[in-house]
């Protein structure tokens, strides 16, 4: 998808932190710089699942990316899928967003078609998938509704299909959730953050993004009932993790 995003300033001046991080037009016109700048290995990850949908997609079915924002991951499986009788629904409950990615996306000949929903994903109807994504959108949903949506996700799977969750992650260990937050702040500033605006951005996200840590992942996903569950990319508290029906 190109980047037609301008720079993401939103935190860059003093008086900058008021309220929560919302999903508005403000951060929709930053959105792909922000998320670049912000989540390490973000491009290697939207790559890989439309990889990942090309190896576990099957016709007629249909592949959904839960929480699409701009539509990375599905305009990724798109140009990874050569079938156009399988169906990409993207979702988001941000107007925003919606109204945003759909000037984005194109038809392609040959390839799915890409179709975008507005709708909060905790009350979507999900059926016939062979592969559904949730990138980096768990983490916003309240850690009380994740286990029935991904029982859901489990249930519209296919047999065979694949769930991508990737996920801002926690850790017990302190020293090592010190060291790889470090690392991000890091990462963030030698991508042109500032500290201002890293403390801001922090804060205004610390009661909307509630991240988990892998353990508690991988057991909700047993529990579900998935029959296997990993991680196949990793950078620092940033995971992307495979789960298969
Ligand atoms: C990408 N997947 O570029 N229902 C629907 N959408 C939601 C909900 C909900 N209940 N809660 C949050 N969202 C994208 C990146 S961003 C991650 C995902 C980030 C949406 C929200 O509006 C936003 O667009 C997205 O989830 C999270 O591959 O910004 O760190």
Partial sequence: MPDTSNKDTIYASPGSHTGEFIF???????????IKRSVPGYSTI????????????????????????????????QQ??????????????????????????KNV????????????????ALEN???????????????????DLLSRVYKALNKGGV??????LAFDDAQYSDLVTELHHYFKKTNGYSDLEIAHKRAAIENVL??????????RLMDVGFSSADIWFQCFNFAS???VK
């Fill in 24 to 34: 508005d037009e403000k951060v929709v016109d930053v959105f792909p710089d922000m």
């Fill in 46 to 77: 939207i790559h890989m699942i439309g990889q990942i949908a090309q190896r576990f997609s099957h016709p007629h079915t249909r592949c959904y990316d839960l929480g699409c924002s701009l539509g990375a991951a599905s305009v990724a499986m």
């Fill in 80 to 105: 990874q899928i050569a079938d156009n009788s399988i169906e990409i629904i993207a979702v988001d409950n941000s107007s925003d967003m919606i109204k945003k990615a759909k000037t984005l996306a």
């Fill in 109 to 124: 000949h040959g390839a799915p078609s890409i179709t975008f929903v507005e709708s909060d994903i905790t009350d979507l």
């Fill in 129 to 147: 998938a062979s592969v559904i994504v949730l990138n980096f959108t768990l983490q916003f949903i309240a850690p009380s509704k994740r286990a």
């Fill in 163 to 168: 769930l991508v969750l990737s996920e801002k």
């Fill in 210 to 219: 509630i991240p988990e840590t892998r353990e508690t992942h991988h057991q």
């Fill in 241 to 243: 993790i495979v789960a």
